[in-house]
């Protein structure tokens, strides 16, 4: 019988409480927004088809809250290990094997996403700084729904850091019985 003991059952983890914190933040964030389109839907319904009235704003603002719920929503995710997951190797593998096996995809992910992070700032900041704005009636100033670009992969290459930090912290331990 195999089971995973922390290396250091009397160390605080700290930091992955307080990122695992922050992920359930930012899932309840993610769900208001997403509660928040679906009621601007609504409301849009309503104002085209009962008061055959045209909208102007609330298909544009409906994207934005989708794609920035999406983004913001992607720490909570992996903290619940909700993304696409195939373990099929991993269950293949011994368990020092799948041990790193996890290692190595967990470091892949941060690479990535630290990349992403980096030209996801770089163009949000880029949009701030020039001043652009949506090419609408509404001109909304796009540095507001490209901050989700930042934020969300900030928060996922954290929470991705504190999984591997925890995958580092245990250690598998064969009971034969």
Known sequence: METTMPAHSDKPR???????????????????MILGAVFLTCQMIFVRFVLNASTVWQTEVVVYLMVGA?????????????H???????????????????????????IVIGVCLFYGYEFWHLAQ???????????VPLWIPYL????????MLLQLIADLLDVLSTSHIREDA
């Open 14 to 32: 700290v930091f992955q409480q307080a990122v695992g914190w922050v992920s359930e933040v930012s899932g309840w964030v993610a769900a208001a």
């Open 70 to 82: 999406t983004l913001v929503g992607l720490a909570f995710v992996q903290k619940h290990k909700g």
């Open 84 to 110: 696409v997951n195939v373990d099929l190797l991993k269950l293949w593998l011994s368990p020092n094997a799948g041990r790193t096996l996890e290692i190595v995809t967990h470091s892949a992910a941060i």
């Open 129 to 139: 700084s020039r001043g652009w704005t949506s090419d609408t009636v509404t001109a």
């Open 148 to 155: 989700a670009l930042p934020v969300g992969l900030g928060l």
